[in-house]
């Protein structure tokens, strides 16, 4: 009896230390798990097209910067497979990402979200908006409580508003890293092109 006692008082109890690399309990890393695997990964495509539809819908000159996606009405992209491939490229990259943050290798969650944003700022060569970004947020969130349903309780919302904002957060950090730098070696060039 005493071991049973045991098992589940410290059992619990770990269940409820905050992990210092996360900041999340065992017990809120288990619901995040739960929802993800349970509702997310099974919908990749419908939740980024989700999203990616709510995001143009909120700002327009967003999809001004898809050239496969700028001219065509908002209403054909639900059904357009390219626009589906590139709604399950984002959606491939955040499941990397949550997969990192749930294995708690924050290094490799890190990785991958900085490897976004300067593959992003790449292609912009430099004039990316990192703060667009920002508007991916609720979009996203919103797509998830759509397919989580009655799963999407004030705790389960608490937890993925916080990945979903350091995902986000670390991809504009890297945009504007590599914009600075990128910024730093056209000065840099500009100063020997006129010496």
């Known amino acids: 009896m005493g071991g049973v006692v045991s098992y589940l008082f410290f059992n619990n109890s770990r269940e409820n230390i905050v992990d210092p690399k996360t900041g999340l309990t065992l017990k809120q890393m288990k619901l995040m798990k739960q929802t ?7 919908n990749f495509i419908g939740i980024g097209v989700n999203a990616m539809l709510r995001l143009f819908a909120a700002h327009p000159e967003i999809k001004n910067i898809f050239p496969d996606f700028k001219d065509i009405p908002q209403c054909e992209l639900t059904n357009n497979k390219k626009f589906h491939a590139h709604c399950q490229m984002i959606m ?18 890190t990785a991958i979200l900085i490897m976004t944003g300067e593959r992003h700022a790449k292609r912009a060569m430099g004039k990316l ?10 979009p996203l969130l919103d797509a998830l409580r759509q397919y989580m349903k009655s ?13 979903v904002t350091m995902m986000i957060d670390v991809i504009i950090s890297s945009i504007d890293d590599y914009n600075n730098k990128f910024k730093c070696h056209d000065e840099n060039q500009e100063q020997q092109t006129s010496q």
């Open 36 to 42: 993800w695997d349970e509702f997310a990964r099974p």
């Open 92 to 109: 491939s990259t955040v499941n990397n990402a949550v997969d990192a943050f749930l294995a708690n290798d924050i290094e490799l969650f």
């Open 129 to 138: 908006n990192s703060r667009y970004f920002e508007y991916v947020k609720h």
């Open 151 to 163: 799963k999407w309780t004030d705790q389960v919302s608490g937890l993925w508003t916080n990945a």
